[in-house]
Nanobody, 124 residues
Framework: VQLVESGGGLVQAGGSLQLSCAAT????????IGWFRQAPGKEREGVTS????????YYADPVKGRFTISRDKPKNTVNLQMNLLKPEDTAVYFC??????????????????WGQGAQVTISE
């Protein structure tokens, strides 16, 4: 299973981006999907996750009310809609796939497959 993130880029503060996570060799619809991010000099942070049944019960505090995770089942993608972006959202964003979804903050140890990351840069 290979995961590929797309949709990253450079936007001004207050703008929006949508990241997508797609899979080759499998369908993301069969997996729990987590989104993580890592800013320069910081540890990787779990942003949110979604179960195979579209359960979502956690967003990291810094992104609550601004980010939304969802599945596009016909397109076989999991999307992360990011609105009202802030410079502190600048990071490499990773999607990851796992067989079992556990609520709460996504634990990277529960995810077996990882994408290569998408750079998101927010300018002042």
């Amino acid at each position: 299973v290979q995961l590929v993130e797309s949709g990253g880029g450079l936007v001004q503060a207050g703008g929006s981006l949508q990241l997508s996570c797609a899979a080759t060799g499998a369908t993301v619809n069969d997996f729990a999907i987590g989104w993580f991010r890592q800013a320069p000099g910081k540890e990787r942070e779990g942003v949110t996750s979604i179960s195979q049944d579209d359960d979502v019960d956690y967003y990291a505090d810094p992104v609550k009310g601004r980010f939304t995770i969802s599945r596009d089942k016909p397109k076989n993608t999991v999307n992360l809609q990011m609105n009202l972006l802030k410079p502190e959202d600048t990071a490499v964003y990773f999607c990851a796939a796992g067989d079992f979804w556990v609520g709460g903050g996504p634990d990277p140890k529960r995810y077996d497959y990882w994408g290569q990351g998408a750079q998101v840069t927010i300018s002042e």
